[in-house]
T-cell receptor, first 113, second 109 residues
């Protein structure tokens, strides 16, 4: 248990499905992040929320839609995904100074079929 | 462009010492992180260096040379549980984390 909880751990979905990934942290952190991790590639930052406000959207396709209802919860809504979207999706949170590092969840392993 | 380079995979023997290198070219520098990630698990924070030199934390040490754009993570007295991927990341001038692709470390008995 890292303090950041992600559900589900594994997800298989068809290209026409709609699903949502959930992330929850009770560390009192004020920033939350979605990352995509593909094999042998660097972590790709997708979205950043500071105090519930989205401050970063790294040219992510609109088939990925984030939602941050409060500072403890973060969602990633998925629809009409492509097979190349199959990856590990990691949520992270941080507080104040970046030097404190990020706390990551264990991720959702997504497979698009 | 911004770039972090680290070896894709390394193999070492239980009880030995291994050094994982990381070189970076980024727009500005506000510190370098090392994270450990076991397969199927969350990356966990190992170290943060912002000044040149060696920081020791138990069996793990991290070194930074800002003039050379270079860092290494040194693991001593290797244990089987150290088999994992080790991620290097640099905080750039915009306080964005730039990540390397990770080094998969395999420990053999």
């Amino acid at each position: 248990e890292t303090g950041v909880t992600q559900t589900p751990r594994h997800l298989v979905m068809g290209m026409t499905n709609k699903k949502s990934l959930k992330c929850e942290q009770h560390l009192g952190h004020n920033a939350m992040y979605w990352y995509k991790q593909s094999a042998k590639k660097p972590l790709e930052l997708m979205f950043v929320y500071n105090f519930k406000e989205q401050t970063e959207n790294n040219s992510v396709p609109s088939r990925f839609s984030p939602e941050c209802p409060n500072s403890s919860h973060l969602f990633l809504h998925l629809h009409t995904l492509q097979p190349e979207d199959s990856a590990l999706y990691l949520c992270a949170s941080s507080q104040g100074e970046a030097a404190d590092g990020y706390t990551f969840g264990s991720g959702t392993r997504l497979t698009v079929v | 462009g911004q770039n972090i380079d680290q070896p894709t995979e390394m193999t070492a023997t239980e009880g030995a010492i291994v050094q994982i290198n990381c070189t970076y070219q980024t727009s500005g520098f506000n510190g370098l992180f090392w994270y450990q990630q076991h397969a199927g698990e969350a990356p966990t924070f190992l170290s943060y260096n912002v000044l040149d030199g060696l920081e020791e934390k138990g069996r793990f040490s991290s070194f930074l040379s800002r003039s050379k754009g270079y860092s290494y993570l040194l693991l001593k007295e290797l244990q089987m549980k150290d088999s994992a991927s080790y991620l290097c990341a640099v905080l750039d001038s915009n306080y964005q984390l730039i990540w390397g692709a990770g080094t998969k470390l395999i420990i053999k008995p």
